[in-house]
């Protein structure tokens, strides 16, 4: 099968009476009749870059062809303007109104979701209301803990008093717009109340939930909550791995992730 690596091009998107151009990047095998397309969703700052190798060996271990993009206020897509702030239908507003768009336009068909973090909750999201081959969520958030919120804070500390935004924007046009999109949001009064879990049970198609025994942004419960909610899903939780198993432990994520879309290669 032979591989992919297209240069990375722009899809624009009419969206909430405006444009938007969200840059997209094909990794992997060649797109084929057969072969599911895996669409990698980032986390809340994340971008196609800060996913670095990982989409890349992984549809190519797999045989699989893969769609990667950075979304709106991320990477090189367009940014957020200053004075706009996120509610906490965020990732909502992301499951139902621009993957739809840009699936549409750029012609995916019940993809494989990739999501870490909130690219998981919004694979989650999507797959309650729309039609996916299965979900692969890496550190999903149904719900907010303590944990998150201190994390969250820690992190705006850390982007107000370190390097952390000349880092980011090494991946990012605009680094403000991708941290305080986030950011923002998460930590905002009205965000403490969001919660998704109910939302999570009309989702039909295979689901496996991984979470790291250590991650520093949820606990276990919020896996455990979708095999409460989806009794069909499977559960992986990882020891020695913090929120990012695809940089923690990257290996068996791919090993198992694998298997799991191989052996539902026939549909649910």
Same mark, same amino acid.
Request: with cysteine; hydrophobic share 40%; net charge negative.
């Given at each position: 099968m032979s591989a992919v690596l297209r240069a990375r091009e722009l899809a624009r998107l009419p969206w909430r009476g405006r444009e938007i151009q969200l840059e997209y990047q094909w990794v992997g095998a060649a797109r084929s009749a057969t072969s599911p397309v895996v669409v990698f969703l980032h986390e809340g700052l994340g971008s196609i870059s800060m996913w670095?190798?990982?989409?890349?060996?992984?549809?190519?271990? &797999?045989?699989?062809? $893969?769609f990667v993009f950075s979304r709106y206020g991320y990477?090189?897509?367009s940014p957020k303007p200053r004075d706009?702030?996120? $509610?906490p239908d965020f990732m909502q507003r992301q499951a139902d109104e621009v993957l739809p768009a840009l699936f549409a336009a750029v012609g995916i068909?019940?993809?494989?979701?990739?999501?870490h973090s909130d690219g998981g909750t919004i694979a989650l999201l999507y797959a309650a209301r729309h039609a996916a081959a299965g979900v692969i *969520?890496? *550190?999903? &958030?149904?719900?907010? =803990? =303590?944990i998150s919120v201190k994390s969250i804070e820690l992190a705006r500390g850390t982007f107000e008093s370190s390097d952390l935004r000349a880092r980011l924007a090494k991946h990012h046009a605009d680094p403000d717009s991708a941290f305080r999109g986030w950011n923002d949001a998460w930590?905002?009064? =009205?965000?403490?109340?969001?919660n998704i879990e109910r939302d999570t049970e009309t989702i039909a198609c295979p689901v496996l939930a991984v979470q790291g025994e250590d991650d520093e942004y949820g606990t276990l419960e919020q896996i455990r909550a979708i *095999?409460?909610?989806?009794?069909h899903a499977v559960l992986l939780e990882i020891p020695d791995c913090g929120h990012s198993p695809h940089r923690d432990q990257p290996a068996l994520l791919s090993a198992a992730a694998g298997r799991f879309i191989a052996g539902h290669a026939g549909g649910r």
């Open positions: 670095r190798e990982f989409p890349r060996e992984f549809c190519l271990a &797999h045989g699989l062809p $893969g990477g090189n897509s706009e702030r996120w $509610g068909e019940r993809p494989w979701l990739f999501g *969520a890496v *550190a999903p &958030h149904l719900f907010v =803990e =303590e930590l905002s009064p =009205e965000f403490r109340d969001w *095999a409460r909610r989806v009794p």
